[in-house]
């Protein structure tokens, strides 16, 4: 079981630059989200999804898309990257989002840089 | 607006207890989290409260008052490796997770 797997670790863009990360998880969550981690503020969730087919917006989701083509797979496409996008990302999944102790296992992360 | 206050660092001795407060004012709740992260590295699970009162787990304990938006993660007998950020984290009315920004705990030998 290798949990979630987000690719790459590390990037450095320029603006106006796209990429995208790269979040799998083997575990047949049906629930996955990416958050954006920055000094002194708490997780705040990008985009999320509840299964396959299905993508929703969070707290911050301008510049961002995702899809959901799997399971497995939850992509996150920035699109035109600029600076204040400079954050560490991190996927993460769980069983669902209903009620319980549904927790959350996180990705390694990925420490993104914009010029 | 919603919001999680948690006090930005603490320190304590190797051996000793410490309680990390969290409080909250969320659109309603449906659980509070608890996850420790080192630096570097990933958030990782420790607890997870829905009931008032104290969920106890090995060295770690976890404590919550829904009527005082309230709760406190206590670690006892501390080690070096307890070292790192302690996120709380409450799931509002629409299932919806708030982090706090967390806490760093630094432990002094």
């Known amino acids: 079981n290798a949990g979630v797997t987000q690719t790459p670790k590390f990037q450095v863009l320029k603006t106006g630059q796209s990429m995208t990360l790269q979040c799998a998880q083997d575990?047949?969550?049906?629930?996955m989200s990416w958050y954006r981690q920055d000094p002194g503020m708490g997780l705040r969730l990008i985009h999320y999804s509840v299964g396959a087919g299905i993508t929703d917006q969070g707290e911050v989701p301008n510049g961002y898309n995702v899809s959901r083509s799997t399971t497995e797979d939850f992509p996150l496409r920035l699109l035109s990257a600029a600076p204040s996008q400079t954050s560490v990302y991190f996927c993460?999944?769980?069983?669902?989002?209903?009620?319980?102790?549904?927790?959350?296992?996180f990705g390694a992360g990925s420490r993104l840089t914009v010029l | 607006g919603q919001n999680i206050d948690q006090p930005t660092e603490m320190t304590a001795t190797e051996g000793a207890i410490v309680q990390i407060n969290c409080t909250y004012q969320?659109?309603?709740?449906?659980?509070l989290f608890w996850y420790q992260q080192h630096a570097g590295e990933a958030p990782t699970f420790l607890s997870y409260?829905?009931l008032d009162g104290l969920e106890e787990k090995g060295r770690f304990s976890s404590f919550l008052s829904r009527s005082k938006g309230y709760s406190y993660l206590l670690l006892k007998e501390l080690q070096m490796k307890d070292s790192a950020s302690y996120l709380c984290?409450?799931?509002?009315?629409?299932?919806?997770?708030?982090w706090g920004a967390g806490t760093k705990l630094i432990i002094k030998p």
């Open positions: 969320t659109s309603g709740f449906n659980g």
């Open positions: 409260n829905v």
């Open positions: 984290a409450v799931r509002d009315s629409n299932y919806q997770l708030i």
């Open positions: 993460a999944s769980s069983y669902s989002s209903g009620s319980g102790a549904n927790v959350l296992t």
């Open positions: 575990m047949n969550h049906e629930y």
